[in-house]
Every structure is written in C-alpha cells, then in structure tokens.
C-alpha cells in the first residue's frame, strides 16, 4: 500500500495511504451509521479538555440546522478492543489516538484501508499538548476527507438500485449526469431547469438543477445566489396549499442578523475551477413546511454557464431520519455530477 505525503512541518506530517485502481472492489463495505465517528482512545486520553476538545471539533451543532444536530455521533472504544475486533477495523470514519513519547509526532491518513468507502486517521503523538495541537490543524483536513467519503458511500449506494431511465434524461437535457435512485422521480422540468425528488409518507428530499450562461462574477455572490434561487423556486416549487410555494428564509431579527442563519463559502468541487457553497433554510410562502438546504453554485468546464444546483429536506418529525442525514443524501447526489 502506498503512503503518500499530503502536509509537511518541521516536526509534523500528514500522510495517506492508497489503494490500487481497483482496491476498492475488493474491500468490504464500510459499517456504521451516517456521520458516525469511531474514536479510538483509552479512557486516560479521551477525558478532560481532550474529550472537550473533540467535542467542540465533531460533536458540534451542524451549521444551518434550525433544530441542533451533531456534525457526528461520536463513539469511543480503547485501542486494545479496536486492534483485537476485526469489525471496529471495518468502521466508515476512524481517529486512532495513541499518545505515547516515543511516537513521531505525525497524523497519517488512511483511505479505504481495511474496508470501502473508509477514512481512518491515525495520530502517533507524544504527548496530549501535540495531539491537541494537531487536530486543531488537521480539522479542515478531517471533515473534507470525512464527508467526501460519506458522498462515495451514498453515490455507491445510489448506483446499486439506479434509476437509468431518470439519469439518462438529466444527462441528455444537460449534458451531465447525476446518480439518483430509482426512489427519485422527475417532479417538473422546463428549458433549463428540473426538479427531482423522493416522496416517502415521512419526509421529503429533492434537487433542484438550473443552468444558465455566465455572465461575470456576481452569479456567485450571496445576495445574486439567493435571489435566483428564491425565482427559480416560486417559478417552479409549490407547497401543499392553494398558491403557496418554496423560497429562502431570510427574514431578519431586529438586530438585522438572519432569523434562520445562512453560510456562504467558496469549495473545492471536483470537476469544477470555482464553486461557492450556500447553506441555509427554506420554508412555504402561504403554507406551513421548511427545512433546510444546500445549494452549490458552480463554473461548468466549458466556462460559458453557471450550475445550480440545490438540495432540500423536507422532514418535520425527525424520524425514522435526521435532517442532517438525509440532507447528506442531497449533498452526495449533487457530488456525483460526471460532466
């Protein structure tokens, strides 16, 4: 297996270890729930402003949720049950923590090591001030690594019951694919638009895809962002009464701050050279439905039109799904775009 350097300090590293073209296929798929993280850490190490720090880190409240959700569910096991038990090997998302003076102070990352899609990072530390200290630096690292695996595990999934029909006509309409379930329908379509979504008796997703030419920068501007998709979904969205339909929630409180906040950021999104990521809520002008959504609004290759393309969640009771898991649905169909 091949270890490969992504970050280098003086004394610090951080190293990935890859598979071959076609390791993948012969891994066993990966266990655990969604967003699940498996800490591997003796009692004596996960404790005290460590544990506290791990908690601020992953067990934070999810950006944009209106109803606190956890970024993970955080289990933690020590390390003699995690080298002895061949299915906590098999965990999706990993943070091995041994701390120890004799340790080179490094942070390896592994992908699909033992199972596929997996993530594990291991961190050989010497003391608890070095391991606190790396995984300040290495957060960013860990969540961009963690939820792209968590969107190959929802694609492959997507890809063993997937609806050919249903990705065939987006691919021949916009000249890109993306993978949909055979669980997702064609809900409206026009020109350059279309709506696709999974109806179930208790909650609702969908993705809305729109594409028009670039023009200048200011497509990607928040405000402009906002504003097209607020259009695009009165135009196209209704809600469940008579003249009622989808929009951003962006009324304000009296201090002027967002009643429901939003997030703007610029993402790494592969197969695209720009790509801002916007989070936030929707509700129902004239009716009582919202939840949350996630919209990236990318360059296509041929830098000549913009792509939109926005996730919701429509799951009032939480059950038997999180808004945060199911918008983790969305996010991964709107990741699988093959141009």
């Not at 709506?195 to 920068?217: A, H, M, N």
Request: aromatic residues 10%; hydrophobic residues 40%.
């Amino acid at each position: 297996m091949k270890r490969t350097v992504l970050l280098a300090l003086v004394a610090l590293l951080i190293s990935a270890c890859t598979n071959t073209p076609n390791g993948e296929v012969q891994k066993k798929g990966s266990s655990g729930k969604t967003l699940e993280m498996l800490i591997v850490a003796n009692q004596n190490v996960y404790a005290g402003d460590t544990k506290a720090l791990i908690d601020s880190l992953f067990n934070c409240p999810q950006e944009c949720l209106l109803t606190p959700e956890s970024k993970f569910d955080i289990v933690n096991i020590p390390v003699s049950s995690y080298k002895n038990t061949e299915m906590f090997k098999n965990h999706r998302n990993i943070l091995i923590i041994d701390v120890n003076p004799d340790n080179p102070n490094k942070v390896y990352m592994h992908i699909d090591e033992y199972a596929a899609p997996q993530v594990v990072f291991d961190f050989a530390v010497k003391d608890i001030a070095s391991l606190q200290e790396n995984l300040r630096k290495y957060e960013p690292v860990i969540l961009r690594e963690i939820y792209k695996a968590e969107h190959r595990r929802v694609i492959k999934a997507f890809k063993g019951m997937e609806n050919y029909s249903l990705n065939e006509q987006v691919q021949k309409k916009f000249g890109f694919k993306l993978m949909f379930s055979n669980e997702f329908m064609m809900a409206k379509e026009s020109t350059d638009f279309a709506w696709i979504r999974k109806e179930t008796k208790d909650f609702g997703i969908g993705v809305l895809v729109d594409v028009f030419p670039y023009e200048s920068q200011k497509s990607f501007e928040e405000n402009t962002i906002l504003n097209r998709m607020d259009t695009i979904m009165k135009r196209h969205v209704p809600a469940s009464a008579e003249n009622s339909y989808m929009g951003i929630e962006r009324r304000r409180e009296a201090d002027g701050s967002y009643l429901a906040p939003i997030v703007s950021n610029k993402v790494d999104f592969e197969g695209s050279s720009y790509c801002i990521e916007t989070r936030g809520s929707w509700r129902a002008f004239g009716d009582f439905m919202g939840g949350p959504f996630v919209c990236y609004t990318l360059l296509a290759p041929d830098q000549q039109h913009v792509v939109m393309l926005t996730g919701y969640v429509y799951n009032p009771r939480n059950k038997p799904w999180t808004k945060r898991d199911l918008l983790m649905q969305v996010e991964s169909i709107c990741h699988s775009i093959e141009w």
